[in-house]
């Protein structure tokens, strides 16, 4: 009788579901390279997301992009046009000018729970179909970046501690259902997987991109997370989380407004406030210029302030 591991019985479930992902995902992922003015080259990833050639991507991959170029893992290559970019979603749609594999399947990120499986799928170094896997580490992070002398804050994102490298960047994170549930993003550099979020928000930043080229989005300057209101606030305002303020930009409408770190946001345009998607979803092109009413919790009061949200503007 063989004592030799019966193969089935070794490819446990965790690797069953990464394998199937992988094999499901690779082939709908690119290596996008793109070229900027005076030739200077760049990349990162891309997935199809539509049958007529549309791919999603990270603004910060395509930023400034003159052409670009999309390679498959079947070897296919494509070149493909700027459509548009969102520097606050860190979101971007490039389209194919001739024929891509087909589309990936999107799903919806407010169904992740903390500790689920996920896993990455991109071109690090251009290495075409890389995968790696992991959790959910994190859920609603906003985290500040910085182009030049452009301060943004990214909203809303995964954290996950699937490895991402150079080149990740535009790559989709997906759930055991090969479901591309974020679009990974490096833009932090903090040496933590992080990935934009597929919502309802996120697919209207997409379908504006497509019919119009660009975001019109208004703009506060809050690094923020989730948090659990004290019991006794709790009680109070029948509320259970709130948005606490990790830290406020320079300069920022936030900062003029007078809003601090460690700051409890309850609502904000006299709506409760209980997520980074709460908050991002005011923040379009119709509240740029208008007072926007806040109520923070602050050192065990209750606290009303009046931010004026800015245009983001810049690529």
């Known amino acids: 009788m063989s004592l030799a591991p019966d193969p089935e019985t070794a490819l446990d479930a965790y690797s069953r579901i990464v394998t199937t992902v992988a094999a499901d995902l690779t082939p709908h992922v690119a290596s996008l390279q793109v070229t900027g003015p ?18 999603l991507t990270n603004a910060h991959v395509v930023a400034y992009t003159v052409r670009g170029r999309a390679v498959f893992s079947d070897g296919t290559e494509v070149d493909v046009d700027l459509v548009g970019a969102d520097p606050l979603s860190d979101l971007a749609v490039v389209r194919a000018r001739t024929a891509t594999p087909p589309p990936a399947t999107l799903g919806d990120a407010t169904t992740l729970r903390v ?12 290495l075409v179909g890389s995968v790696t896997a992991g959790v959910v580490s994190g859920l609603g992070r906003s985290l500040p970046t910085r182009d030049g002398r452009t301060a943004r804050v990214v909203e809303d ?17 997906a759930d ?55 019991a006794a606030l709790a009680e109070r305002t029948s509320r259970r989380t709130g948005l ?18 460690g700051d409890l946001v309850l609502e904000a ?10 908050l991002q979803r005011l923040l379009f092109a119709d509240a740029v210029g208008r007072p926007l009413p806040m109520t923070t919790y602050r050192r065990g009061a209750m606290v009303d302030v009046i931010a004026v949200p800015t245009e983001l503007t810049g690529g």
């Open 38 to 55: 005076g030739g200077r080259s760049g990349g990162g990833s891309a997935v199809v997301v539509s049958d007529d050639g549309l791919l």
């Open 115 to 126: 500790g689920q499986l996920v896993v990455a799928v991109g071109t690090p170094l251009g």
């Open 157 to 173: 994102v995964i954290q996950t501690d699937a490895a991402l490298n150079p080149g990740n960047s535009g790559g989709a994170l």
């Open 176 to 230: 055991a259902a090969s479901r591309v549930v974020g679009i990974n993003t490096a833009v932090a550099g903090w040496g933590l997987g992080l990935a934009v979020p597929i919502n309802d928000t996120t697919r209207r930043i997409i379908s504006t991109l497509v019919s119009d080229g660009r975001v019109r989005r208004a703009y506060l300057g809050l690094v923020s997370t989730p948090a659990p209101l004290p």
């Open 244 to 261: 606490r303020i990790v830290d406020v930009v320079a300069g920022s409408p936030a900062d003029r407004a007078g809003l601090k770190a």
């Open 269 to 278: 345009g006299r709506r409760p406030v209980a997520d980074a998607q709460s």
